[in-house]
């Protein structure tokens, strides 16, 4: 990368300059950081008139366009597009192949070209020059999509205020800079949060793919340069004719912003599709048929990008079954791919899903390197293996990947996830780049020598320049594409990061949340500071020191569900036994996990005077009382992180309220709901946590707070009209390990007389919001109804959980309600009991396989937890 600029010096003396002129409008979000609101000062700036585009490349008049509609709408400035230099001052697009046309003469193009007529691939140079007397502001870029770059570039710095360099450039890290969807033909998305799939729906691609070029476009703006559009579990017929012709469509709509298509495939594609008596790799006929079919596709999508592959891993076929190695599998993809220049990103994530948890031996983060290292030099050129960015799956936390390491003659690619799966699926905010800015930095110190995560996939330390980064993203049909507003900034950063991996994370949030929410001052240093913290505070109340995830590892990923990672062959195993918790991964006692490090690496995590605590648990087995570096004996901290994370998530709410006015309703409200929503959420997880350490290491917090609530009333304790009492499993996720249910038609109450002070209180009541059903709650005081409300909220995931349990659990807090001793405080509710409901899931909108795998009964008991009593403030009653 290099990075060269006058025009970032003074960001933060133009913020105050800049103060965002009022922002009345409502917003949906569809725009995310490409709203191009009309700054403040507009004409400072000053610029040309004219945009001359050299060339009639259809990228390049896209970027005149974008760059005429982005100046009119941030400065009001009308520019006409032309294709010639008049004798006046002109912003001139260019890329290196017409740049002799337009500046004849020697002197004139030495001038505007200086050095570096050998501008690399992708990159792009912006002048600010005069010229006898002539404004003129040059792009001049290696390619048209480089054009397009440089312009997204410009009108991000207008859009910030910050003035225009008189020399700046830039160039991308690494070629693949993709992101992948997991899309499936008939519209649902594995792991998307968002709503249907805006290329597929009922097995087609849809006829209607505006929603996909305006993602395109928001891709081309953060330098994103290709796009899998399909799910890695890939759908077995994809590769049939009729469809292939209709990702062409795709491809069309990608191709004005300089993204490729690419397609995850299955392996067993030339039995599923071409009818053929076997997948091996190395069979002839197999070969020829994926030449064939590849040849096919580059005859619709001359410029597709590649393949992704997953193979031999969670019930995926693959070569294993003739015998066969990843190796072999690739290359005959590679070889049929290559005379096109198309790649095949062949994924590290190749385990064995059945594994014995009797065997202490046994370890799911050993297969990355088990599977992948002795191949090392036998892939051809045009592989790349994609690797996650921890040994099991995206969590919260892990160590970095050894593979990464093992890896030193095959170009690699990071794997991350901006779809949220297991860090609150876009219902909780966590910045991610935290936590990917952590991965990269990692330095691995192969033989003992620099080698930084993000110099190893950019092709530095080992010479491999063709791999890079990956994304998997799932936007969906909702406007706004991610759900929560805050969760594009984790699109926005993965795009700043593979483009730069060295991009301060303070710089990328600024820049963000200036696009998104305007340069108003104290709206930029209240989101950037939630932002910055989010990530360590998810992992605060979710499962700190390197627990892994302990989300409901066999339902969605969304809430806790502690013990589902133990004890079957999935392998997420943290061992949580009476004597202590961890998994030992030492190279002397345990799997021998840690040995797959390089040594200075493996040294560290092998000692436990080395350890860093928060890794702790992933590497040792350690007991409940262990002392970490900080002090603390590791269950305290583990109580005490929980109370400081959840207390964190709550003050997002008055942060949040702070703002109110400052930016447009529709947004402010929608985001309010959802830092609502967490706040309420982040305390079911803080006492699942809790409680459920509490009882395995039978020690209490020394600070009296776990299973003590004095404010809470729980509701199988309160007098009960109509409502029953039931278990919750797992018991960790409902107040007491109980809740109450309600089945008479009419309703049932719930009352209690209160001996608190008189004075004024916020009462929280934790109930369960069963997707589907829409119950209805009200809660009155001496007879008086103070709130109503129903339960109606599709939590997420999109799809039926039928249980009271960790991902169902939601609350709703009532503020400022006067309250006196002898009052008696009754909740009322009236369940929803639609025979609908009860006989199956299409009534709740689900369709296809989904819907016919579930058929749950989704009638809705008003179901109640309990009732929190808190103080009146700001902070929802914890
Ligand atoms: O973590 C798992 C997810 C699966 C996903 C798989 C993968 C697409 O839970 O939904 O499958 O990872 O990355 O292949």
Request: glycine share 8%; with cysteine; hydrophobic share 40%.
């Amino acid at each position: 990368m290099r990075c060269s600029s006058v025009w970032f010096k003074s960001v933060a003396s133009f913020a105050l300059l800049f103060a965002s002129a009022a922002i009345a409008r409502a917003e949906d979000g569809s725009v995310a950081w490409l709203r191009y609101a009309r700054i403040a000062n507009p004409e400072k700036y000053s610029l040309p008139k004219r945009i001359v585009v050299a060339g009639t490349d259809p990228v390049s008049r896209n970027a005149a366009a974008e760059l005429a509609k982005g100046l009119q709408s941030e400065l009001g400035l009308t520019t006409t597009i032309t294709d010639t230099l008049a004798d006046q001052g002109a912003i001139i697009l260019t890329n290196l192949q017409v740049l002799a046309k337009l500046l004849p003469t020697p002197a004139q193009a030495e001038a505007v070209l200086g050095a570096a007529v050998d501008l690399p691939p992708e990159s792009y140079k912006i002048h600010s020059l005069q010229m006898q007397g002539r404004k003129y502001l040059v792009v001049q870029a290696a390619s048209p999509t480089a054009e397009l770059y440089a312009v997204f570039h410009i009108l991000e710095e207008i859009e910030q205020g910050n003035p225009l360099p008189t020399f700046f450039s830039s160039t991308p890290s690494a070629p693949i800079r993709w992101v992948d969807e997991w899309d499936n033909l008939n519209g649902t998305i594995e792991r998307g949060y968002a709503g249907p799939s805006i290329f597929f729906e009922n097995g087609h691609v849809r006829q209607d793919l505006t929603r996909a070029g305006k993602y395109a476009r928001l891709l081309a703006s953060i330098g994103i340069n290709g796009c899998n559009v399909n799910n890695v579990n890939a759908d077995l017929d994809l590769l049939t004719t009729e469809h292939i012709k209709e990702f062409a469509r795709i491809a069309d709509v990608f191709r004005p912003w300089g993204v490729k298509l690419a397609l995850s495939i299955d392996l067993t594609s030339p039995q599923t599709v071409g009818g053929l008596d076997t997948f091996d790799p190395l069979d002839p006929k197999v070969i020829s048929w994926w030449q064939q079919k590849v040849d096919e596709i580059y005859k619709l999508i001359p410029d597709f990008g590649g393949f992704t592959v997953k193979a031999d891993s969670e019930g995926r076929k693959g070569p294993s079954q003739y015998g066969r190695t990843p190796a072999d599998a690739a290359n005959v993809l590679a070889r049929a791919l290559a005379p096109h220049h198309g790649v095949v990103l062949y994924r590290g994530f190749v385990y064995n899903n059945h594994l014995d948890w009797h065997d202490l031996k046994a370890d799911r983060a050993r297969a990355g390197v088990d599977n992948f290292a002795s191949l090392d030099g036998k892939f051809e050129k045009n592989v790349i293996i994609q690797i996650k960015e921890g040994p099991i799956d995206f969590q919260a936390r892990e160590p970095v990947s050894p593979l990464f390491a093992a890896l030193r003659q095959t170009p690699q690619a990071l794997e991350v996830q901006t779809t949220q799966e297991y860090t609150g699926q876009q219902r909780h905010m966590v910045w991610l780049p935290s936590m990917w800015k952590w991965v990269l930095d990692t330095d691995m110190r192969v033989g003992g020598r620099p080698s930084h995560v993000k110099d190893i996939v950019t092709g530095k330390t080992f010479n491999q320049p063709t791999g890079g980064f990956v994304s998997v993203v799932n936007v969906g049909m909702e406007p706004n594409w991610l759900h929560h507003p805050m969760a594009m900034a984790n699109l926005y950063g993965y795009g700043k990061l593979a483009w730069n991996p060295d991009e301060p994370l303070e710089k990328i949030i600024d820049t963000w949340t200036r696009l998104t929410w305007g340069n108003d001052p104290e709206v930029v240093r209240t989101i950037d500071a939630m932002q910055l913290k989010s990530w360590h505070v998810y992992e605060s109340y979710t499962g700190p020191n390197g627990m892994g995830t302990l989300t409901n590892i066999l339902g969605y990923h969304f809430g806790p569900g502690i013990e589902s990672a133990e004890r079957n062959g999935w392998g997420q195993w943290f061992r949580g036994e009476k004597d202590g918790i961890g998994m030992d991964r030492t190279v002397a006692t345990g799997t021998g996990y840690i040995g797959q490090y390089p040594k200075e690496l493996a040294e560290k995590y092998e000692s436990l005077a080395s350890c860093p605590d928060d890794l702790l648990l992933f590497f040792h087995h350690v007991p409940y009382d262990y002392k970490l570096h900080s002090g603390k004996t590791l269950v305290q901290s583990i109580y005490d992180s929980h109370y400081e994370g959840a207390l964190a998530a709550a003050e997002y709410v008055p942060q949040w309220e702070s703002l109110k006015g400052k930016i447009d309703a529709e947004r402010y409200e929608k985001t309010l709901a959802l830092f609502e929503f967490q706040a309420g959420h982040a305390i079911v997880w803080r006492d699942a946590i809790n409680n459920w350490f509490r009882r395995i290491s039978g020690i209490d917090d020394a600070q009296g707070r776990v299973g003590h609530d004095p404010n809470r009333i729980e509701a199988e304790a309160m007098k009960t009209g109509g409502y029953k009492m039931v278990d919750v499993t797992p018991w960790e996720t409902g107040s007491g390990g109980r809740a109450v249910e309600c089945r008479e038609e009419k309703g049932c109450t719930l009352a209690t007389t209160l001996d608190k002070p008189a004075g004024t209180y916020d009462v929280a009541v934790q109930y369960f919001d069963i997707w589907g059903g829409v119950s209805t709650y009200t809660l009155s005081v001496n007879g008086a109804a103070v709130a109503t409300w129903k339960a109606d909220d599709k939590l997420p995931p999109a799809q039926a959980d039928p249980h009271l349990d960790g991902q169902t659990s939601t609350r709703r807090t009532i503020r400022h309600v006067a309250l006196k001793p002898g009052d008696v405080l009754e909740l009322r509710g009236v369940p929803d009991l639609r025979i609908g409901l009860f006989h199956g899931a299409q009534t709740a909108g689900l369709s296809g396989a989904q819907g016919l795998r579930m058929q749950p009964d989704l009638r809705e008991f008003a179901p109640v937890d309990y009732i929190e009593i808190g103080p009146d403030g700001p902070i929802t009653p914890q």
